[in-house]
């Protein structure tokens, strides 16, 4: 099993989120002993009907367990979001187990007003690989073709890891988040799922998509946060000394996984070449991924966004620490760094000259062009750290 970098209390309850097969079974089953656990899955039909039927049946039986179970794990626990309730009940009680309450969607959650614990359980994320995780054994080009959901990226046949990837957004993305969606154009829908995947990483103009899907301005809005609610991806804005001033701007969205995304846009089976505009951009969306994910883990509290002036020079990542300090990041999937390639890095200087600057590459070579460091991908993470 691949060691994963996320470390999870052994001693405190906690929440686990993140999308389908991004390997939160697996993970919990080897850190805990089947002796000491119980497993409550809601994805066995059964058991999610059982206990939907009678939530109550979850108390009686954590009350009655053996000694010997220090921990209660709930799979998927936004399918009867009213077991909370039957948590914090049984965190009251004498001499409580462990709750871990793992979840692939919030937004069911948020929906039914559920009791979320108010501080008694801690809040973790699980994403695919990194490629922290990977190496030795890291292919950056099977990285950007495929993704890194384990299931996929593990799998030695390339067919049948695009089959996996196809049944994944077909049957767990798309059917899932209908669901939670509960809406009646599906049809537009799944419109705006394809058209959002090839706008992944460009800015958003919502309304050009809403004439594109048939649908309204607030439609396109609500699709987006349905799609941010279900763990698909995330929102990245523009960067603005103003916070205020920073709303108003368009915002850009990734999604969670370069695979999933290139499956939604149906080119998951052509190969990517290099020094092709769509390497550039997966690359781009697999850097901004791994910083997004190795600096959750790492637990060091930045904040994200991108530069981009009226003309149109943009940065693609700028970094806020807790400390104040901004670094700003340009990605070139290129194995030579020429000044054009910093335009972006020297006009943002302008606006923030106390900023630090960094081209990452795929030139394994380090070096400097003036005040920009230019350092390979895999170093970037050290960068940030420093």
């Known amino acids: 099993m691949i060691r994963r970098i996320i470390e999870l209390p052994s001693h405190y309850s906690y929440f686990l989120f993140g999308p389908r097969q991004t390997g939160k079974s697996t ?94 359980a801690l809040t973790y994320h699980l994403f695919p690989l990194s490629f922290e995780e990977l190496v030795p054994n890291f292919s950056l080009s099977k990285a950007l073709q495929f993704g890194t959901l384990p299931k996929v990226y593990l799998e030695k046949n390339e067919a049948l890891a695009m089959d996996i990837l196809r049944s994944y957004v077909e049957t767990y993305l798309r059917e899932e988040i209908e669901i939670e969606a509960q809406m009646r154009r599906l049809d537009s829908f799944i419109r705006f799922l394809s058209l959002a995947a090839f706008e992944n990483g460009n800015i958003l103009n919502f309304s050009n ?25 995330f929102f990245l804005f523009p960067y603005s000394k103003s916070e205020r001033k920073k709303l108003v701007k368009h915002p850009k969205f990734y999604f969670f996984d370069t695979g999933v995304t290139r ?46 002036t009226e003309s149109g020079t943009e940065v693609d990542l700028i970094i806020q620490t807790p400390r104040g300090e901004i670094k700003a990041i340009e990605i070139k999937s290129s194995d030579r ?50």
């Not at 809403?210 to 991806?233: N, P, V």
């Not at 054009?340 to 070579?365: D, M, V």
Request: glycine fraction near 4%; proline fraction near 6%.
């Open 27 to 120: 993970l919990l089953k080897a850190l805990y002993s089947q002796d000491d656990v119980y497993i409550y899955d809601l994805l066995k039909s059964e058991e999610c009907r059982r206990l939907q039927a009678n939530p109550e049946l979850f108390r009686e039986q954590v009350l009655a367990r053996n000694p010997r179970i220090s921990h209660i794990i709930v799979d998927e626990i936004q399918k009867i979001p009213i077991l909370l309730s039957e948590v914090h009940f049984l965190m009251e009680s004498p001499n409580p187990p462990i709750f871990i309450l793992t979840g692939s969607s919030a937004r069911k959650l948020k929906r039914s007003k559920a009791d979320l614990l108010a501080g008694r």
């Open 209 to 233: 998509l809403a004439r594109e899907t048939g649908t309204s301005y607030q439609t396109i809005k609500s699709y987006f946060q349905i799609l941010e609610d279900t763990l698909m991806g």
């Open 263 to 308: 499956a939604l846009t149906k080119r998951v089976s052509i190969p990517i070449d290099p020094h092709t505009p769509e390497f550039g951009m997966a690359f781009e969306h697999f850097i901004i991924l791994e910083i997004m994910r190795l600096s959750h883990y790492k637990k060091m509290d930045l904040s994200f966004s991108f530069y981009r």
């Open 337 to 386: 760094v020429d000044s054009s390639h910093l335009r972006g890095l020297r006009s943002f200087k302008e606006t923030c000259p106390e900023a630090k600057l960094c081209c990452i590459s795929l030139n394994p070579k380090p070096s400097q062009q003036g005040d920009v460091k230019i350092l390979p991908w895999q170093d970037v993470m050290e960068w940030i750290q420093s």
